[in-house]
């Protein structure tokens, strides 16, 4: 099934910027919102593969690599960049259960703990609102705690568990978010 282009446009901004973060060198640096580049998914693949989550599964580095490589209409990727560097990667699985699902959110550890993921997480809602749904889903390993802790802050409860998705002795927990 398709999404009409009213519920896709609002995601698929060349160029957005979210506000401006402080660095933890004392200076002010924009973040903006672009589509991901292709020619950054092998080195993307690769950094977020040594860290966890996706490294606790483990996820091989060419299999984050290949799904940075594949966005398209419905399934919008987005580089979080400052200063025009990438620093985290926005998936969104567009029109799922009557709203996005945020499929992977995630930043170098240089820009955790900036306010990035509060940014980007103001910036769907808002895209959700605009595309005319109301609900927002993502989903975060057991194990994961600042994760849960992180969307649980910012709105999202917990709907429900999906046992051994990844692995047999590992659960996802789905969360939701009612706008």
Same mark, same amino acid.
Request: hydrophobic share 40%.
């Given at each position: 099934m398709s999404s009409s282009p009213t519920q896709v446009r609002p995601f698929l901004a060349e160029h957005t910027v979210l506000g401006a973060v402080l660095e933890r060198d004392g200076q002010f640096s924009d973040v903006t919102l672009v589509p991901l580049p292709a020619s950054e998914a092998t080195a993307l693949g690769h950094t977020f593969a040594a860290i966890d989550p996706w490294a606790s599964y483990p996820y091989p580095a060419a299999a984050l690599a290949t799904y940075f490589s594949l966005g398209d209409h419905s399934a919008p990727l987005l580089a979080v960049q400052m200063s025009e560097r990438t620093v985290g990667v926005l998936g969104l699985r567009l029109n799922w259960l009557r709203g996005p699902y945020i499929q992977f959110l995630g930043f170098l550890p240089k820009s955790q703990s900036l306010g990035l993921g509060s940014l980007v &997480? /103001?910036?769907?809602? @808002? *895209?959700? &609102?605009? /595309? !005319? *749904? #109301?609900?927002l889903f993502v989903a975060a390993s057991d194990f994961n705690s600042d994760a849960l802790r992180f969307y649980e #802050?910012?709105?999202?409860? #917990? @709907?429900?568990? &999906?046992? !051994?998705l990844v692995r047999d002795d590992r659960d996802e927990i789905l969360l939701h978010k009612k706008l």
């Open positions: &997480l /103001s910036w769907v809602d @808002a *895209q959700t &609102l605009l /595309s !005319g *749904q #109301r609900n #802050r910012h709105g999202f409860v #917990r @709907a429900g568990v &999906l046992k !051994g």
